[in-house]
């Protein structure tokens, strides 16, 4: 069977990696380097200089922990990873209340050159601020359904951040999917931190690198990750993982049940929607300041090695104060 009939009919989180046929390696390029003659002429074949790429193997993350995958370029990019956040019993009951009860409907994006598209899921936002991506927005919802209330508290509690909006996915079945993006619209601020919250069937988040800019938008030798996030896993996206790497669900052919995900956020005004700009200055100094205020208790009380790092601590309240001054 070809490798795409292979890789389409295996997509599940079991699904390992291929086995890639073998790159020649440096010796195996000299070795085809050469020169003969041909009658009273003489050839000379020289391969080109340019280093061997390998396309890396793509890493599997299932485990509990905390991952650093990249340091750069534009800073360090980590996942935390907590499969069982929620016990089975709770994600169970709050899976079919939030399938039930949410105000669940499908969006309609818009392309570059203006034409519409459905989006492949459906999506239902809470928060007090509209949220655009993809050239449509989502208005302003601030009745929050009492579950992503409990859900928000007990998020918050696990990461440390303050979140003041979210965007629920659902997944009705395999073939619904989300594409390669980030989520770095500038309503989110700089370095977004992503509290991603899975309910129901198991689906395959895929990460890849952005390319180096000299590949050109071409992603053939970037890192790639695949997590498997299961019923009742929370992923924390931090630091710069929105503007170094991608994200993905994407569709499956195996059958698959429906998923919802919870992904909670912080969102501020845009500069170029002022309405209410002072109010939003405000809030967002007094989200920063809640911030900094809950790393200092959180790297105290936490005992499981997940704390905010004194120098960054240190860092942020020099931030504020001049935030402050300047204001
Ligand atoms: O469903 C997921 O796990 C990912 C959702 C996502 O990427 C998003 O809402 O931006």
Redesign the pocket.
Known sequence: MSDKRQRARVQGSWAKPLHKPQQPTAQDVQSVSGSWKYGSRSFEFHQPADPIREIPTEKVFENAGDYEISQGPTGVSRLRLIPGFLQQEEADWMFSKLLAELPWSQKTNYRMMGDGYEEPRLTCWYGELPYTYSRSTMQANAQWHPVLTTLRLAVEEKSGHTFNSL?C?LYRDGKDS?GW?S?SEPSLGPQPLIA?L?LGDTRV?SLRKQPLPEDKGDYTYVERIRIP?THGTLLLMEGCTQTDWQ?Q?AKEYHDRGPRI?L?FRTIYPEPEHPSGGDHWEKRRRDHRFDEIWRGLSHSQSTSDGYNVKHTSILFSLIIYLLVIVRF
Request: charged share 10%; proline share 0%; no cysteine.
């Open positions: 965007l996915n989300i993006h989520d991603s899975s988040f996030l994200h669900v995900n992904t």
